[in-house]
């Protein structure tokens, strides 16, 4: 990226501020960078062992498999599930915070005894599964706001720092050589009306 500049003391003072802007926010910006690693670090690593805990529990209740024959299709479902907006480095993610469901009544004398805790371990399974979900999503949205998180750092710190400090100096060179040239011109003039002076003495 090619920096626009002037040889002028404006577009120098703009660049200065530019400059400092970018130097005050690398670190910032690096902080935010490590700061979402580690929490999509977090997200994947719930989403996994909330994973394992669901195959954990399935494979728990595989000694009721005969008794889920049983059991009357559509009885629970997911009605709803309720999602909060919690900031986590600085980005807005998802977070579980209930899973409405819906139970059609059923008689309790005439149903097997086990059908009442069959909709709790039901819920439980249901949570388990939506909640690793809602952690996916979670990681995912903070994997995408660390790349450009880190794609910032990169076009601050490769990119653009470099090109501004290297502007500056093209800039300071050419006014300190307009400079010189200003100085050498008036020591030219200065030496012609000496002579001058001289010649006009004799």
């Keep these: ?35 979402l690693r580690a929490e999509v670090k ?8 909330l994973t394992k805990e669901l195959e954990q529990a399935l ?18 479902k997911v009605e709803d599930v309720i999602l909060e907006t919690v900031k986590v480095a600085g980005v807005k993610t998802p977070e579980l915070k209930e899973v409405v469901y819906s139970v059609k009544p059923f ?3 005439s149903k097997p005894m086990w059908y009442g805790e069959g909709v709790a371990i ?3 399974l249901a949570k388990l599964g939506i909640e690793s979900q809602v952690y996916v999503e979670r990681s995912r949205i903070l994997d995408f706001n660390r790349k450009k998180t880190t794609q910032k750092v990169n ?15 093209k800039i300071k060179r050419f006014m300190e ?4 040239l200003s100085k ?19």
């Design 42 to 49: 977090k997200a994947k690593d719930k989403s996994v062992a």
């Design 184 to 202: 050498a011109s008036q020591k030219i003039v200065k030496t012609r009306h000496a002579i001058e002076e001289e010649e006009v003495e004799i």
């Design 59 to 76: 494979k728990t209740y595989e000694y009721m498999a005969r008794l889920w024959n049983e059991f009357e299709p559509g009885l629970i």
């Design 107 to 109: 008689d309790k004398f």
């Design 155 to 169: 076009l601050y710190e490769k990119v653009q720092i470099p090109g501004y400090l290297d502007a500056i100096r």
């Design 177 to 180: 050589d307009e400079e010189n």
């Design 1 to 35: 990226m090619a920096i626009k500049f002037q040889f002028n003391k404006t577009s120098l003072n703009n660049l200065n501020k530019q400059l400092k802007i970018r130097t005050r926010a690398l670190p910032t910006l690096k902080n935010k960078e490590s700061a």
């Design 122 to 124: 039901l819920q439980n």
